[in-house]
């Protein structure tokens, strides 16, 4: 199966700083989401984001399919924006909604 | 969007008993998974919530161990039959399209 590795894992930002975060997959896909999930443990969905890029607000998303990577940019970082990040994929790959998650990206932003 | 909504938030139960999880969204969705979050870890697919048929379980689940239900496009449930300590999991129930997926706030499980 496919295989998602995310780095780094671990980071610690002070307030206001910028930040990549970094997902590679080991096989084309049609689908690849990012998500937040805060410290009391509740997922959001922040980007569907199969190729190409996307914005919203301090938050934007990069794919490049054909290298299998995806990069999630976190601009003038705020302390609600700690909790892990996660990227997924289709478990088999294609465009399912059945998805595989990288072990993700604890971010940690200091006032 | 949908709003998705669990119950239990939380339980606490005795090894070798058995708990049902329900999973209610407040629209027709075309698909539902569960995903098993264990302490400190990244989620895993348990299975996905077939409507009207039996459940599609992802390797190392299986049906006797996690019956699933979905009578219908907004419900479900996830039963974890004759637990043990290696259950003790935050339970997560997911509905959506394949371009957007809604959480929902999970249920905390500690079997002791």
């Known amino acids: 199966g496919i295989q998602v590795e995310q780095s780094p894992p671990d980071l610690i930002l002070q307030e206001g700083a910028n930040s990549t975060l970094r997902c590679n997959f080991s096989?084309?896909?049609?689908?690849l989401q990012w998500f937040h999930q805060n410290p009391w443990g509740q997922l959001i969905n922040l980007f569907y984001i199969p190729s190409g890029t996307k914005q919203n607000g301090r938050l934007s998303a990069t794919t490049v399919a054909t290298e299998r990577y995806s990069l999630l940019y976190i601009s003038s970082s705020q302390t609600t924006d700690s909790g892990v990040y996660f990227c997924a994929v289709p478990m088999y790959g294609g465009s399912q909604g059945n998805l595989i998650f990288g072990k993700g990206t604890k971010l940690s932003v200091k006032p | 969007s949908a709003v998705i909504s669990q119950k239990p938030s939380r339980d606490i139960c005795q090894r070798g008993t058995s708990l049902t999880i329900q999973c209610q969204v407040d629209?027709?969705?075309?698909?539902m998974f569960w995903y098993r979050q264990q302490p400190g870890q990244s989620l895993t697919l348990i299975a996905t919530?077939?409507?009207?048929?039996?459940?599609?379980?992802e390797s190392g689940f299986v049906i006797d161990k996690f019956p699933i239900s979905r009578p219908n496009l907004t419900f479900s449930t996830l039963t974890v039959s004759n637990m043990s300590p290696e259950d003790s999991s935050i339970y997560l129930c997911t509905a959506g399209t394949v371009t957007e997926q809604f959480f929902g706030p999970g249920t905390r499980l500690t079997v002791l």
């Open positions: 919530a077939n409507q009207g048929s039996e459940a599609t379980y």
């Open positions: 096989d084309s896909v049609n689908n």
């Open positions: 629209s027709q969705v075309t698909m």
